[in-house]
């Protein structure tokens, strides 16, 4: 198995959990992560969505392009409709919210549950619309709420409340 982040928290966090029930290498980039598949032909791998300045959605083509065979969960905080349909269409086998354990992430795999946790082709809210967009400014901004707020022209007191909003369900 291989685990693709670039926060050295999560990497350390997931590869220690997994390595108790598999081989487990780590990578905290794109370029360490092609060099695993070339050299240890891992069958998982879990992939952050954003891995610095580079995207997972890329590495995940790469991954499938030179091990075909490997099965490859997109995990992250801040994806949308949008991204989930890139990513699939990439070769995402599973794409998956965070925060998300990784005993979650081996029974979503190994029980092959659903693969996304958005419905394709599902016409949005106005709620989660509203939420997607938040969501990528705040990605975009790498997580500075400050900076978003003042990118979506509200109070970064308004933004922190929207942001502990959940999404209602689909009638």
């Keep these: 198995m291989l685990v693709v982040d670039d926060d050295d928290l999560v990497r350390t966090a997931l590869a220690r959990m997994f390595g108790r029930h598999r081989t487990t290498f780590t990578a905290s980039g794109p370029a360490e992560a092609i060099d695993v598949v070339r050299r240890e032909r891992p069958d998982l791998a879990i992939v952050d969505l954003r891995l610095g300045n580079e995207s997972g959605v890329e590495l995940v083509r790469e991954l499938k392009a030179h091990a075909p065979e490997i099965v490859v969960a997109l995990i992250s905080g801040y994806h949308s409709i949008e991204s989930t349909v890139v990513a699939v269409h990439a070769g995402a ?57 003042r990118r979506l022209g509200i109070c970064r007191s308004s933004l922190q409340r929207r942001l502990r909003k959940t999404i209602p369900a689909k009638s």
């Design 93 to 149: 086998d599973y794409v998956i919210s965070k925060p998300v354990s990784g005993r979650d992430i081996l029974s979503r795999v190994e029980q092959q549950g659903p693969q996304t946790d958005i419905e394709l082709g599902a016409t949005p809210t106005l709620a989660q619309a509203e939420n997607e967009h938040i969501a990528r400014v705040l990605a975009d901004c790498r997580g500075n709420i400050s900076e978003a707020a």
